[in-house]
């Protein structure tokens, strides 16, 4: 007889790594059935023989990186998302970006608890995005370098969102109270308040296409590609994410620091950047080209390069969400 519910717990996830032997409890609750992973090779090779078993839900333990590698994993293996578990977000990550975004979320144990009594919340079906890249070097999300590859994620951001990445790595991942400071003192000194916001905000040389047009301009300060409304911080840049099912939200921009730092305010209240170059619409596709050479960008969290990055949407998910 098969259980109902599974965990899948990313041991390296700061939720995790933070509480010795969390990960051994976890799996202990749901009787064996899960797996326990360190890299996202040793979660490809463990999915399979947990979906031959068919829990019907599956608890992921983990942050953004960990629900975008899960995802990415399951549409490798089975490209009709109809036929994957429904995923519940346990607050596993150092942020948990996306899972908070959809609804409340619980500690793991909490969470798996609540799941294998019966109270894993409602079932809601999620938009993705659909990850194309090209020439891509190896990094945090692979180990080697690739011609092409695809994943399924839900944030993707270049400019000012790849360089506040570089320095978080920089500064050895300081967690959320660094995030939020730098946010702060970035969009301050943009104002002219105090310090210097040029290396954060500055235009990242870049070209991009949306729904197959190229778009003015050689280089963007910021550019968010997201089915996720709360990109993070409180920051609802792309306010129109969800929207539809075969569109993505893109908003991006050209402005100089200080004028782009003043438009903070309107981020944080859900409302369109203001500029003669803003792109701001539910698109079809979107391609970024970083030229002869690799650029940075992140994808949920994690900073990578490639030469060229091509996002449509993707799969739609089943998560479910915490009930009070």
Do not use: K
């Amino acid at each position: 007889m098969t259980r109902a519910v599974a965990v899948l717990v990313n041991a390296r996830a700061g939720g995790v790594a933070r509480h010795p032997g969390l990960a051994e409890r976890l799996l202990r609750a749901a009787a064996g059935l899960g797996a326990v992973t360190r890299s996202e090779a040793e979660l490809a090779r463990a999915l399979p023989s947990l979906l031959a078993r068919a829990p019907r839900a599956w608890v992921v333990v983990g942050g953004d990186g960990t629900l975008r590698a899960t995802v990415s994993a399951l549409h490798a293996l089975e490209p009709r998302s109809d036929r994957w578990p429904s995923l519940l977000l346990a607050q596993g990550g150092t942020v948990c970006t996306i899972a908070r975004d959809v609804g409340p979320i619980a500690p793991p144990l909490e969470t798996l608890r609540r799941a294998l009594a019966g109270r894993a919340g409602r079932e809601i079906a999620h938009a993705t995005l659909r990850v194309d890249t090209e020439d891509e070097l190896p990094g945090s999300l692979a180990e080697v370098a690739a011609p092409a590859r695809t994943r399924v994620g839900f944030i993707v951001g270049t400019g000012l969102v790849a360089r506040f990445f570089e320095a978080y790595q920089a500064a050895g991942e300081p967690g959320l109270g660094w995030a939020a400071r730098t946010a702060a003192v970035t969009f301050a000194s943009a104002l002219g308040v105090g310090g210097s916001a040029a290396r954060l905000l500055a235009p990242l040389p870049c070209a991009m296409e949306v729904d197959g047009v190229p778009q003015p301009g050689s280089a963007w300060s910021l550019v968010l590609v997201s089915t996720v409304r709360d990109v993070g911080l409180g920051f609802r840049v792309t306010y129109r994410a969800g929207e539809a099912s075969d569109r993505v939200h893109v908003v991006a921009s050209s402005l100089p620091p200080r004028e782009l730092g003043r438009q903070a305010l309107r981020v944080l209240a859900a409302r369109p950047l203001r500029g003669h170059d803003a792109v701001d619409r539910l698109a079809a596709s979107v391609a970024l080209d970083f030229g002869l050479a690799p650029g940075p960008w992140v994808l949920d969290g994690d900073l990578v390069r490639a030469r060229r990055v091509v996002v449509r949407p993707g799969p739609a998910v089943r998560l479910r969400v915490l009930g009070d």
